[in-house]
């Protein structure tokens, strides 16, 4: 029974070309795929694929090449992306080697190289990181899990913070402002008003006697 199970462990599962599967995919052993599959793949082997695959994939290792994948990838061991290759979704694997385009957050424990075809449209953490010529990278590659800490060789500076300001209060003191009061002897003295002119009596006309 066990070399039974060995055998069957070891027994590859084929999807020919032309076939399209509308569901989820698990094998136990290796799954070579040239069709369509609108669903998950798990496997605790190696898958190849060269076909279209629209979900999340599960493998010990991943090969993929002329191939077009929407979902998210995590090997235990290694993934190799190659030419004519689209992968949309993040990559989870031990190393990585890209000739293909990925667009999707990129996690390698240990190193991965970059060939001269890749482009990445991704922010990358790895161990080490090689780069061929003529590769394309847009994103934030770090290396996390690099053995070197850069505390080592670079001095940490702490930053001086300036002191803020005291914040003073500010009080504004209003006080009504009233004219000083003239002195009694700058006073104006009331003006006495005139005595009424007495009006001139009417002169009477003198009689002019007859002669």
């Known amino acids: 029974m066990d070399n039974f199970g060995a055998a ?3 027994e590859t599962a084929i999807i020919p ?18 069709g369509v599959v609108n669903g998950d793949i798990n496997s605790d082997s190696r898958v190849n694929i060269s076909g279209d695959v629209t979900g999340n994939i599960t493998a010990n290792d991943l090969f993929a090449k002329d ?13 190799t992306v ?7 979704g993040d990559i989870k694997a031990e190393n990585l080697v890209v000739d293909g385009a990925i667009q999707g957050r990129i996690d390698i424990r240990e190193g991965i ?23 394309a990278i847009n994103g934030h590659c770090s290396l996390c899990y690099a053995d070197i800490k850069l505390e080592d060789i670079f001095p940490v500076t702490e930053e001086v913070q300036e002191p803020e300001p005291e914040k003073t209060k500010e009080v504004k003191e209003v006080k009504e402002v009233k004219d ?30 007859e002669v």
């Open 113 to 135: 190289t970059v060939g001269d075809t890749a482009i990445l449209d991704s922010d990358v953490r790895a161990k080490t990181i090689q780069v061929n010529n003529g590769a």
């Open 82 to 88: 190659r030419e004519n290759t689209v992968i949309l």
């Open 8 to 10: 069957r462990k070891t």
């Open 17 to 34: 070309k032309g076939t399209v599967i509308n569901g989820n995919v698990e094998i136990e052993g290796r799954l070579e795929m040239y």
């Open 67 to 79: 191939s077009f994948i929407v979902g998210q990838i995590d090997c235990a061991q290694g993934a």
């Open 180 to 209: 000083p009061e003239p002195a009694e002897e700058d006073k104006p003295k009331a003006v006495a008003k005139p005595k009424a002119i007495a009006k001139p009596k009417a002169v009477k006309k003198a009689e002019v006697a």
